[in-house]
Structures are given as C-alpha cells and as structure tokens.
C-alpha cells in the first residue's frame, strides 16, 4: 500500500475540488448553492454503474433463496452505512436480523464515534468476518471509499477464502479493493467539495447504492408488491392496522373484507391479498405464493390462469 503523501496523491475522493476554492469566504446561501451542484452528479454517477449494482442484486438474490446471507464490511463512514442499511431491513420488509449484517471497524461504538486506528490492521477485519461463521453462501461487501482501508480487505481476503461472494465497493478508480473482489462497483464521484470528507459525496453514493441493493433484493423475493411494503410482520397494533390498510390498497377491498380476510390469513397479509384478489382461501393462497417465490405478481398471474 502507498503510504503518507503519495498514498493520499492517488485517489480523486482526496484531490481539491476547483469549484470550491475560496469556499470559506462565500455567503451561507453561496456555500449551500456549491454543495447542492456536487451533489447532483452523484446519482448520474450512479446511472453508469446500473449494470454492475444489476450483477451483484442478482448474486445477493440467489444467495438469500440458498439461505445465505448479505454482510457489509466498511470502516467509519462507510461502514455507518453498511450497519445502517442491514438495521433498516427487517422493520421495513419483515426480514430475520441475520440475514443482511453490517461490520464496522470499531464494533459498536465506532456507531457513534470515531475509533481512532480501528480500520488500520487486516488481522481486525479477519476476525471480525470469522465471527460471523462466514460461509459460500453468503455474499460480503467491502465499502470504503478510498478502496484502501486494511479492515476491509482483511475481511474481504478471509471472505474469499471460504468461497464466498466478495463485492467491493469504492469511489476511486484504483481502489485496492478491487484487486480482492469477484465483482465492482465503482462509483465516480469525483473530488469532495471539502477535500478528503467522503461522508459527502462518496457516503451519498454509497447509502444510495446500498438501498438499491437490498430494496431491489426485496423485491426480487416478493416482500413487495406493486409499491407495496407487503411482507411486514403485524407483531403489535400499529402494524396490525397497518397490515389491514396494505390489503385494502392492495384489491380495493372495503375495510370489513380486509378485517376478515386478514383474519383468516392467519395475519399475513401478503396471502390475505391473494385470498381477496382471488376469491381462494388460506392453503390455496399459500400454495399459489410457494410456487411463485412468494412474489403476489406472479401468484395472482398464475392463479387466473389456473
């Protein structure tokens, strides 16, 4: 790896941007207006990589249908990121905990503050993946935004070894990453706006990149239908009343139709919305959805033509 001078000379996230200069001199409403036109490049920064975050969904998609897992590694920033896309999983599409994990060099207080040297050792990234029993099911990716963070490659190393899937993730061309990785997404941002601070540009691109991921994941497995968050668990009155709505948006059914049926469901409304769309019952509901990968779409689609 380079080091000091010449390491920080290689990577474009770390170079001064010429549309900042002289920044500090400039009215707030001046500052806000630079900022806002960098941020505008990153989702077409994103739009180039379209067929390379298409491969890795595939991937993530394939392994979670093999009951293996997706596991984000990343130090600082990105690995904020990575925690906070895996938390934000089973409230929003009724997944286990366990099946989208983030590690972050640091462990849990680097959630909160720096940890000064956490991502500095591959030996600290090895551990960290070997705890979570890695297996080649499972699929690993490496956020980091320099490409160049030890903990990141010492995990994506040990993730490689067992067979898994690796992903690195990066916002410079010649991320170090790269070289530990079966699959990349690289994601130009261009210079940061205050220079070296990637939890601007380069931690947007990647937040945005990870809610594709997993967002598009989902849906691949039928935890959604039309726009619909359909595969939440009613586990307390909110959700409950929550759960009853999505099936009335769902078919169009009136509110009593949705209460009976959601009952008769057994309290899951994704086959509740079969059953109304339909006019079936429970097991035929169920047995419809098993055989077209729980995704109602294509339930109802075979069902009519049944």
């Given at each position: 790896m380079l080091n000091g001078l010449d390491y920080l000379d290689g990577l474009a996230t770390e170079q001064p941007n010429p549309k900042s200069i002289g920044i500090d001199k400039k009215s707030t409403r001046e500052v806000l207006e630079i900022i806002n036109k960098e941020d505008r490049k990153v989702p077409a920064a994103i739009e180039r990589?379209?067929?390379?975050?298409?491969?890795?969904?595939?991937i993530v998609v394939d392994s979670f249908r093999k009951g293996g897992r997706l596991i984000y590694v990343g130090?600082?920033?990105?690995?904020?990121?990575?925690?906070?896309?895996?938390?934000?999983?089973?409230?929003?599409?009724?997944?286990?905990?366990?099946?989208?994990?983030?590690?972050?060099?640091?462990?849990?207080?680097?959630l909160v503050k720096a940890v000064e040297g956490a991502e500095d050792k591959e030996s600290d990234g090895?551990?960290?993946?070997?705890?979570?029993?890695?297996?080649?099911?499972?699929?690993?990716?490496?956020?980091?935004?320099?490409?160049?963070?030890?903990?990141?490659?010492?995990?994506?190393?040990?993730?490689?070894?067992?067979?898994?899937?690796?992903?690195?993730?990066?916002?410079?061309?010649?991320?170090?990453?790269?070289?530990?990785?079966?699959?990349?997404?690289?994601?130009?941002?261009?210079?940061?706006?205050?220079?070296?601070?990637?939890?601007?540009k380069s931690g947007t691109a990647q937040k945005l990149v990870l809610n594709m991921i997993t967002t598009v994941s989902m849906i691949k497995l039928g935890k959604v239908y039309n726009n619909l968050m359909v595969d939440l668990v009613p586990v307390n009155s909110k959700l409950i009343r929550r759960s009853k709505r999505l099936i009335r948006?769902?078919?169009?059914?009136?509110?009593?139709?949705?209460?009976?049926?959601?009952?008769?469901?057994?309290?899951?409304?994704?086959?509740?919305?079969?059953?109304?769309?339909?006019?079936?019952?429970?097991?035929?509901?169920?047995?419809?959805?098993?055989?077209?990968?729980?995704?109602?779409?294509?339930?109802?689609?075979?069902?009519?033509?049944?």
């Open positions: 990589e379209l067929e390379s975050i298409a491969v890795v969904v595939d130090a600082g920033t990105s690995g904020r990121l990575g925690v906070l896309d895996a938390a934000e999983c089973p409230p929003t599409f009724g997944t286990s905990p366990v099946m989208v994990q983030g590690i972050i060099a640091g462990g849990k207080e680097a090895q551990r960290a993946l070997d705890q979570k029993n890695i297996s080649e099911r499972d699929v690993v990716i490496g956020i980091t935004a320099s490409g160049h963070a030890p903990f990141v490659i010492g995990a994506m190393k040990r993730a490689k070894e067992v067979g898994a899937r690796v992903v690195a993730l990066s916002c410079n061309k010649n991320s170090k990453i790269f070289s530990y990785a079966q699959y990349k997404i690289y994601i130009d941002v261009g210079s940061e706006i205050i220079t070296g601070s990637t939890r601007m948006l769902a078919t169009g059914c009136d509110e009593q139709t949705a209460q009976k049926t959601f009952k008769e469901s057994g309290g899951r409304p994704k086959t509740a919305i079969v059953m109304v769309l339909l006019g079936m019952g429970k097991t035929d509901a169920e047995r419809l959805l098993e055989e077209n990968e729980g995704r109602i779409g294509l339930a109802v689609d075979a069902g009519k033509r049944r």
